[in-house]
């Protein structure tokens, strides 16, 4: 398993485009945590497996019969009045040991005043986009279960429209009675449908790579995310500004520098303390070094790149709440609530 998962890790960077990252898809929406669990964890979760049926918009392989009637709904207030969220509901199948998912990402970037060439007010317009999803997993063999997800996404900016498809295929994957796993994920593998202009941009492809291990003696899990491995250079330095010390002179950074730099955007390391017999409270930390770099201020020590969470568990109800810092002027706040529905199925 181990051997193919480098195989094809090796593949994409061999086929990497060396061209920067920011402006080049359409559809990045689909790049902002799903969930507030997520953002809580530095925006990706994709070797967790748990009662969480959000977690199956990160990696389809995860999902599983326990996740069988949880309803997840998740928000997130951005900046400006912008506005994401998500919905998954999970199901098993009962053919096959399959767990499908159906789920619902959308962002509304708010409403926009419509001007003419001179800036007369003619009147308002708004812009939305939205990805409809299904997805299945199945448990291949004790150790590895694969998903699939499929993604029908649209989206609207005044009188212009664009769609596509996607699908990202997912493997999860963890011995029996062991606290490590591994998941692999490529996501956005599709093509688009209608488009805003003649430029086709294409959709976001990520390639994601990630362990976790919960630790024996300590309520604590520990991830190690792999981010954008399908391109390697994701660092971008603007030739107009410099570095400049006290004594006017301008600072550069070696060819050495800028690899460690580039290497460690990749990555995000997150920690969930679980606590209680249940895991009735957990409390999450995140650092996410791409974005540490692309939205810290020259001179200013702030917090992005930084994300914080808890999430609550009661009864039937499961409350989380997610902060992810991302500039100065302050971060987002995330909340998201799961229900098990076959709880009160039960009651009835």
């Known amino acids: 398993m181990i ?19 920011g402006g080049l898809t359409n559809f990045e929406f689909l790049r902002l945590p799903v969930s507030a669990r997520a953002t809580g964890l530095g925006g ?27 309803l997840s709904f998740n928000h997130n207030f951005n900046f400006a009045g912008i506005s994401n969220g998500s919905f998954a509901y999970a199901h098993n199948l009962g053919y ?3 767990t499908g998912l159906f789920g619902v990402q959308n962002i509304n970037y708010g409403t926009f005043s419509l001007t003419d060439d001179i800036g007369n007010i003619q009147g308002e317009f708004s812009a939305r986009e939205t990805a409809i999803n299904f997805g299945a997993a199945r448990q291949m063999n004790e150790r590895i279960r694969l998903g699939l997800l499929a993604r029908f996404i649209t989206s609207s900016l005044e009188s212009y429209n664009a769609s596509g498809i996607a699908a990202d295929v997912g493997i999860y994957y963890t011995k029996p009675h062991s606290s490590s796993s591994i998941g692999i994920v490529l996501k956005n ?9 003649e430029e086709e941009k294409g959709l976001p492809l990520d390639l994601q790579v990630a362990y976790s291990n919960r630790l024996q003696h300590l309520p604590f899990r520990f991830t190690i995310i792999g981010q954008r491995l399908d391109q390697w250079t994701i660092r ?13 002179e301008t600072n550069e950074k070696s060819a050495f520098s800028k690899n460690i730099d580039n290497a460690f955007r990749h990555l995000i390391f997150n920690g969930e303390f679980l606590f209680g017999k ?3 409270i957990k409390v999450r930390v995140a650092y996410n070094h791409l974005l540490r770099q692309e939205l810290a201020v020259s001179n200013l020590r702030s ?3 930084f994300s914080f969470g808890i999430g609550i568990k009661i009864k039937r109800f499961s409350l989380d709440y997610g902060v992810g810092n991302y500039h100065l002027a302050g971060g987002t706040n995330h909340i998201g609530i799961r ?10």
Do not use: M
């Open 3 to 21: 051997k193919y998962a480098i195989l094809f890790i090796c593949f994409f960077f061999c086929f990497s485009s060396f061209a920067q990252i």
């Open 44 to 70: 990706i979760i994709i070797s967790v497996q748990d009662n969480d049926p959000s977690l199956g918009l990160n990696n389809p392989a995860v999902l599983d019969s326990a996740n069988h009637r949880l």
């Open 96 to 98: 096959q040991n399959l």
């Open 189 to 197: 593998i599709g093509i688009q449908l209608s488009q805003f202009n």
């Open 236 to 248: 971008y330095d603007d030739p107009d500004r410099r570095e400049v010390d006290i004594l006017g």
């Open 278 to 280: 249940n895991e009735t």
């Open 303 to 305: 917090l992005s790149g």
């Open 339 to 348: 229900i098990d529905l076959a709880s009160f199925a039960k009651n009835i």
